[in-house]
C-alpha cells in the first residue's frame, strides 16, 4: 500500500542536530560505511534482510559488523554467522536488583559495542527495553522498527493489538528510539490490509515483507 517517509532534508536535520554524546552521525558511502550493530531477539529475519541489502546493493552506505541477541534461542544468532556476521549472545545477568541486573546487561552490550567501533544501533525484533541512560549515550543513533502503524499499537503484542481493535489497515513504523514505549520520533512507515479472516501470524507475515523493505530504505536515506 506504499511508503510514507519524512522528508529527507526533514531526516538529516533530526539525525545531524540532535545532542548525544558520541557527536552528529557522519556521511556514509561504499568504501567506508557506517558500521552498524543490530538487536535481535528471535529469528532475525528483519536482521538478515537488513544485511543482504547491505551485501547486495553496491553503492550501500552502512555495514552490518555486529548482531546481538539477549536470547540463548534466537535462532538469528546462526543466521549472522551464515552471513559471516559477528555474533554473541549476552544474556541478562542472575542479579537480584532489578535496576543492577539491567545496568550490568546494558554494559555488556556497551563494551562490545565499543570494541567493534559501532556507530549506528539498528533494533530488529529486540524484545528488550533499553534504559533512558543507554538512549542518552546513542541517541539518536539508536533505531527501531516496530510493526504497526505508530502512534497506534505500541508494546509487544501489536498484531493482536490491532486484531482485537478490529481495524482495517495497520503496517510497520521505523522510529527513532526515546526513552518511552514505541514513542520515538518517526521516519517511515508501510501500510497493509488487514483481512476479517487474520490471525496474528498471517498479518505479522504480511507486516514483515514490508518490514523487510522499509528498514533498509530508511536506514539507506539517513546514512546519506
Given at each position: 500500500m506504499g511508503a510514507l517517509f519524512r522528508r529527507a532534508q526533514d531526516i538529516y536535520t533530526a539525525?545531524?542536530?540532535?545532542?548525544?554524546?558520541?557527536?552528529?552521525?557522519?556521511?556514509?558511502?561504499?568504501?567506508?560505511?557506517?558500521?552498524?550493530?543490530?538487536?535481535?531477539?528471535?529469528?532475525?529475519?528483519?536482521?538478515?534482510?537488513?544485511?543482504i541489502?547491505?551485501?547486495?546493493?553496491?553503492?550501500?552506505?552502512?555495514?552490518?559488523?555486529?548482531?546481538?541477541?539477549?536470547?540463548?534461542?534466537?535462532?538469528?544468532?546462526?543466521?549472522?554467522?551464515?552471513l559471516g556476521i559477528s555474533a554473541h549472545c549476552i544474556v541478562l545477568p542472575q542479579e537480584a536488583d532489578r535496576t543492577l541486573r539491567r545496568h550490568l546487561h546494558e554494559q555488556q552490550i556497551q563494551d562490545l559495542l565499543q570494541e567493534h567501533q559501532i556507530?549506528?544501533?539498528?533494533?530488529?525484533g529486540y524484545m528488550r527495553l533499553v534504559s533512558a541512560n543507554f538512549v542518552d549515550v546513542w541517541a539518536p543513533r539508536i533505531i527501531n522498527i516496530h510493526p504497526s502503524l505508530l502512534p497506534a499499537f505500541p508494546g509487544a503484542h501489536a498484531h493482536r493489538d490491532v486484531l482485537t481493535a478490529g481495524v482495517e489497515v495497520s503496517g510497520?513504523?521505523?522510529?527513532?528510539?526515546?526513552?518511552?514505549?514505541?514513542?520515538?520520533?518517526?521516519l517511515?512507515?508501510?501500510?497493509?490490509?488487514?483481512?476479517?479472516?487474520?490471525?496474528?501470524?498471517?498479518?505479522?507475515?504480511?507486516?514483515?515483507?514490508?518490514?523487510?523493505?522499509?528498514?533498509?530504505?530508511?536506514?539507506?536515506?539517513?546514512?546519506?
Open positions: 539525525a545531524h542536530v540532535m545532542a548525544n554524546e558520541m557527536g552528529p552521525l557522519r556521511t556514509g558511502s561504499a568504501l567506508d560505511p557506517i558500521r552498524c550493530a543490530i538487536l535481535i531477539s528471535g529469528s532475525g529475519s528483519g536482521m538478515q534482510a537488513m544485511v541489502h547491505q551485501q547486495t546493493q553496491l553503492d550501500c552506505g552502512h555495514r552490518t559488523e555486529l548482531v546481538i541477541s539477549d536470547n540463548p534461542e534466537a535462532t538469528g544468532l546462526l543466521k549472522a554467522e551464515i556507530e549506528l544501533i539498528l533494533l530488529s510497520c513504523t521505523v522510529h527513532y528510539v526515546d526513552a518511552g514505549m514505541d514513542s520515538g520520533e518517526i517511515g512507515q508501510r501500510r497493509v490490509p488487514v483481512f476479517s479472516d487474520d490471525e496474528e501470524s498471517s498479518l505479522a507475515d504480511r507486516v514483515k515483507i514490508e518490514e523487510h523493505q522499509l528498514y533498509p530504505e530508511v536506514i539507506d536515506r539517513i546514512v546519506s
